[in-house]
């Protein structure tokens, strides 16, 4: 626990050093934030191991709470991704983001802010350490966000984001002040058996769904998301999308484990807004232009995806179905990692592009694969990562989702029940092919084909600060994709802490020793064929999109929205694209232009206009700000005076 | 006796403040109000206290010399003598002022307060004075009338701790005073910017600034 709090304290003071040296505050800070990580993953990992955890404990009368912060195997494990992607992405803006603009320093200080609001927040046990480093959490992503703000767009993108995380900070009051009612302390503790079906326990439900929905990012509350993982910098955009989005899962499995008896319809509300989130959330990423808005929307996908698996696991604890929980449970907590590793890898990359071309931007990018291999390579892991192939992680906690729907399948579920395994089933049968189709588009778009602008000609690899990272989290993509087996006690450790202990079957259950050896005897075939195939024909340069024809031009290939465009069209009914066609008309039409983009109904139709309206009613409250001293004098001399006849009466 | 006395001094001295339109009256009265309170704790017998008889000659002095000093500066430098067209006229003041003194009988009969309190009257009178300076900060347009009603509002909060100035270390004591100190230190500094930026110190020119 010491340990732990040495890398909080670590991780706040990263960027202090930086504040003050005139270069290298950089490297102090990534120093820092790694001597962070290696203290806090050893914590970690002693705990996961099973050596107990310890906390800190504060004994105060009226906070009347045994604990403020446990190092427990939850919080242990959502401490994992944490440290990695915080180090990984302070070692990336070295080369990234240092020296790029005047407010790198408050840059960095506010970074390690952020991990160390982070590590706080896997940590808290009371609702009043909880809800302090959630808004320190907020706050800090909110500013990170802004770190370009110059441009209008960023602007836009922060406050919309300012909002809707106090939306749901509001909505975590109502609800941690109704656990306080229940418990009689704010401290965390099981709920007493009974209360969830009563309506008690269903506002709580609610609250908590809504409030953790609003961070985690689950559809239709994900408004916020996209614009903002969009304008921050790249490695912010990793650690918001990696681990921030995260923690309104931390709460949601936190929420969950307290509840002895769910009802069923919790995990059916769980399974069908993963299933919204996961399909709906592929789709609006097949139409997106801009790169990082695209993995955006695979995050919220992921969000989905890991729903499905909490959903599942919370249907299990209904129905008394231990294989469906533990499986369920440790898919979904095995994915928050996965999707952490992943996801950081992916934004990174694309970071990458950026630094390299100064575009987001799709139709402007192509044939980066030459000029830029070992970003390309990084990118390619994390898309067969993401959608879920073998040998990378997405495939071991889908795995771990898919098995657990079909062990649900039996006919112990009972009449009607039948039907929520099959959702989750069908909808990740979907969004991994969705998933599919969209990272072929991107990767497609980006790095294979020919340059479509001359900035994309003109592309130069990242250096080595930024590769470096990036490798780091490839690597752990493919060890725990390869060898699920060495990290299954950990996550059976956790998932036992969502009810009655059975996460020590999960290897046998999951036949994860299998996936090894399988994953070992195809490993040396593939090494064989390459031996054997090794005299391979001439290699022979032609360009890209020949054809056959004559005059190739970069114009003549795909772009990435024709080749999306027919699945865009297919689910036309949900994404609503904006389609901008042009006249063509007489016998030598004049050039023109085609132009389609998908905006977010959420954003567009709900959250803005709703945002406007909140203004105007606002603004009626300016009546109470006349500008005149005595004014305000007055209100506080009439509140005087309600509290003394309050109190006297 | 004697501090019943003191006591009503106060109270009447408070009606004389909310009806006077010269600021140089009210400051006048202010200090004296100051002044008399300054005595209070001796005129309570509690002289045999060391740290509270230090404490009333520092109340004393700064009420009584240091405070009037700086208030004949400001007024030397802004040139005002009387506050005209107040928010709320003299009258209507005066009527307030009776209504909270009266208010505040009721709620200090009301209020809870620690048994054995020997000075019945303290408590009415520190809500009054209370009142009154807050009247004043609300219905006077003048930045210098205004820390009037501020100092006036001090004493109220001063009478309220002499309830229990036994039990009170002297350090909070000496933290009023301090306060007291750099609230008029601060609002003189303010009042003169006041007047470099609006060539006035009129108050209501601060709504300018508003959002």
């Known amino acids: 626990m010491s340990l732990f709090l040495l890398a909080l304290l670590a991780a706040a003071a990263s960027g202090v050093p930086g504040l003050f040296l005139r270069r290298k505050g950089g490297e102090v800070a990534a120093g820092l934030l790694g001597l962070a990580a290696v203290l806090g993953l050893w914590a970690s990992l002693r705990v996961l191991s099973g050596v107990p955890g310890g906390a800190v404990t504060l004994r105060t009368a009226s906070l009347g709470a045994p604990g403020f912060l446990v190092l427990d195997p939850l919080a242990a494990f959502f401490a994992i991704p944490v440290l990695l992607l915080s180090v990984a992405g302070a070692l990336y803006s070295l080369g990234y983001w240092e020296g790029r603009r005047g407010n790198t320093p408050a840059l960095r200080l506010v970074y390690g802010l952020l991990t160390a609001s982070l590590l706080m927040l896997v940590m808290a046990s009371h609702a009043l350490t909880f809800l302090l480093a959630w808004e320190g959490m907020a706050i800090t992503a909110f500013l990170l966000v802004m770190a370009e703000d110059r441009e209008p767009e960023t602007r836009r993108a922060g406050w919309i984001y300012l909002v809707a995380t106090h939306t749901g900070t509001l909505l975590l009051f109502a609800a941690f002040a109704l656990l306080a009612k229940i418990h009689g302390h704010s401290g965390f503790a099981a709920l007493p058996t009974g209360l969830a079906a009563t309506r008690g326990g269903t506002a709580l439900f609610a609250l908590f769904l809504l409030g953790f929905g609003f961070k985690a990012g689950v559809l239709p509350l994900h408004f916020w998301l996209p614009p903002a993982h969009a304008a921050a910098p790249s490695h912010v955009s990793a650690l918001m999308s990696g681990v921030m989005l995260k923690m309104g899962i931390l709460g949601l499995v936190r929420f969950l484990s307290w509840v002895p008896d769910p009802p069923i319809w919790w995990g059916g509300a769980l399974v069908a807004l993963g299933a919204l989130s996961g399909v709906l959330g592929v789709a609006f990423a097949l139409g997106q232009h801009d790169l990082k808005r695209l993995l955006a929307y695979h995050s919220i996908e992921n969000i989905g995806i890991i729903l499905l698996g909490l959903g599942l696991g919370a249907l299990g604890k209904s129905l008394g179905n231990p294989v469906m929980q533990t499986l369920g449970f440790a898919g979904a907590l095995l994915h928050v990692v996965n999707h952490s590793l992943f996801k950081g890898l992916l934004f990174l990359s694309a970071g990458s592009v950026l630094h390299a071309t100064g575009t987001r931007n799709l139709e402007q990018l192509g044939g980066l694969g030459q000029r830029m291999p070992w970003t390309s390579g990084a990118f390619l892991a994390g898309s067969w990562a993401i959608c879920g192939l073998p040998p990378l992680n997405g495939f071991v906690s889908e795995w771990l989702i898919y098995l657990g729907a079909f062990r649900g399948l039996g006919p112990n579920l009972g009449p009607g029940r039948q039907g929520w395994p099959v959702v989750i089933l069908l909808s990740l049968a979907l969004i991994g092919a969705l998933a599919l189709a969209c990272f072929a588009k991107a990767f497609g778009a980006v790095f294979l084909g020919l340059p479509r602008t001359g900035t994309a000609a003109r592309a130069h690899e990242a250096p080595r600060t930024m590769l470096l990272p990036m490798g780091l989290l490839a690597l752990a993509c493919l060890a725990i994709g390869v060898a699920p087996i060495l990290f299954a006690p950990a996550l059976g450790r956790v998932a036992d802490a969502m009810g009655p202990a059975t996460g020590a079957a999960l290897p046998a259950l999951a036949g994860l020793p299998m996936i090894s050896l399988v994953a070992l005897v195809l490993g040396l075939l593939a090494l064989l064929l390459w031996r054997w195939l090794r005299p391979m024909p001439r290699r022979d340069d032609r360009p890209t999109w020949d054809c056959g024809y004559a005059a190739p031009d970069a114009r003549m290939q795909y772009t990435a929205s024709s080749f999306a465009d027919g699945l865009v069209r297919g689910l036309r009914w949900a994404l609503r694209p904006a389609v901008h066609l042009p006249k063509v008309s007489g016998w030598f039409p004049r050039p023109t232009r085609y132009e389609s983009h998908v905006p977010d109904p959420i954003l567009d139709r709900a959250a803005a206009p709703a945002l406007r309206f909140t203004v105007r009613g606002a603004a009626l409250l300016r009546i109470a700000q006349g500008g005149a001293l005595p004014v305000y004098l007055l209100y506080v001399l009439l509140t005087l005076l309600a509290l003394l006849v309050w109190m006297v009466a | ?211």
Request: net charge neutral; proline share 4%.
């Open chain 2, 1 to 211: 006796m004697m501090p019943d006395l003191l006591i009503a001094l106060t109270m009447l001295s408070n009606f004389s403040l909310v009806a006077t339109s010269r600021v140089s009256k009210a400051i006048q009265f202010a200090v004296f109000q100051g002044v008399l309170l300054g005595l209070m704790p001796l005129a309570m017998g509690l002289g045999r206290h060391f740290h509270i008889v230090l404490l009333a000659i520092a109340a004393v002095t700064v009420k009584g010399w240091l405070i009037p000093f700086l208030f004949r500066r400001a007024l030397k430098q802004v040139h005002i003598q009387r506050e005209v067209d107040p928010y709320i006229g003299y009258t209507v003041s005066l009527m307030l002022c009776a209504l909270g003194t009266g208010l505040s009988l009721v709620l200090a009969h009301n209020l809870p307060l620690k048994p054995g309190t020997e000075y019945t009257l303290l408590v009415p009178a520190s809500l009054a004075t209370l009142f009154t300076g807050f009247l004043l900060l609300v219905s006077r347009r003048k930045a210098l009338t205004q820390v009037v009603g501020y100092l006036v509002l001090e004493n109220g909060i001063y009478l309220f701790g002499l309830l229990l100035v036994e039990d009170m270390p002297a350090l909070v004591e000496a933290g009023i005073l301090l306060d007291l100190f750099v609230g008029i230190f601060v609002m003189g500094i303010v009042i003169n910017h006041i007047r470099v930026a609006f060539d006035s110190t009129d108050t209501r020119h601060l709504a300018e600034l508003k959002d």
